[in-house]
């Protein structure tokens, strides 16, 4: 067995050229947008959060290379009702600490569910995405399907985002250890 990476293992450095070329060095791509910049439009009602955080890898070191990406209903509860901006955002970390920001509203709950925003993590050494969901300390959480369905109350806590200031909430995702974030088979 060669001691080669595989095509998997590298996959980290591969999406950032197709995803955030901008982050990658390349300049001209998609005619210089950069997808998923904004969630949704400056001007869409709703309570403005800022969400930021760090991913750690299972030493409890940042991971420099990940890949985000963001769903969310708007502040009525809806999905894809804002136009080109529907809910859906992408952040690269940054290459130093691995933190991340998002700038949006908070969501409303629908249905069943507590407010919350799906997120997507890809990077160096994850062969398939890892889904799971930033939840708000200060929203009530009812009888949500996905935290009810965590057998142990304390794995809850690494998918509820603390309040940081006025408008911020802190969320960071570790990838495996002792503080593991709760990730969901979809």
Not at 50 to 63: E, H, L, R
Request: proline fraction near 6%; glycine fraction near 12%; charge should be negative.
């Amino acid at each position: 067995m060669s001691g080669s990476q595989s095509a998997s293992q590298t996959a980290g450095p591969y999406v950032h050229i197709g995803c955030t070329p901008k982050v990658a060095g390349l300049k001209n791509m998609y005619g210089g947008h950069v997808l998923g910049a904004d969630i949704f439009p400056p001007d869409v009602p709703g309570r403005k959060i800022v969400i930021s955080g760090q991913i750690f890898d299972g030493a409890g070191d940042p991971v420099l290379d990940a890949m985000l990406e963001f769903w969310q209903a708007d502040a009525s509860g809806r999905y894809g009702a804002n136009g080109a901006y529907g809910g859906w955002a992408r952040r690269a970390v940054d290459p130093e600490a691995g933190r991340y920001r998002l700038e949006t509203i908070l969501p409303a709950a629908t249905g069943d569910e507590a407010a919350h925003v799906k997120v997507w993590v890809v990077a160096r050494g994850i062969n398939l995405g890892l889904h799971t969901r930033i939840y708000f300390e200060d929203e009530p959480q009812g009888q949500d399907p996905i935290l009810a369905a965590i057998n142990e109350p304390s794995r809850r806590s690494t998918l509820i985002a603390k309040r940081s200031g006025d408008d911020g909430y802190i969320f960071n995702i570790h990838l495996q250890g002792d503080k593991e974030t709760v990730f969901i088979n979809v």
